[in-house]
């Protein structure tokens, strides 16, 4: 009954990540054709991804040759989560 939930738990949790590297990558996307600002769907992205990209910048310089690699850095930090997490459910 507990690894049954166990389980459960560890695949909604590496859902969200699949998802969030999703987001992420959709919003990198999008900030190299600058969509309007005022898009409903450009500001959830925005609010969305934000939020962890500040957490990434404030402790990592991500500008490098005027390219912000605050993306990157969280696409390889969920891989390692979503790596680590598996080894540990499954």
Known sequence: MIDALLNSI?????TIIFLYKWIIIIS???????PDPYNPIVQMLYRLTEPAYA?????????????????LILIF????LETFLKSLAF
């Open 55 to 71: 957490f990434v910048r404030r402790y990592i310089p991500t500008v490098v040759g005027g390219m912000d690699l605050a993306p």
């Open 28 to 34: 990198a996307i999008l900030s190299w054709i600058r």
């Open 77 to 80: 930090a969920l891989i390692f």
């Open 10 to 14: 560890f695949t909604v949790v590496l």
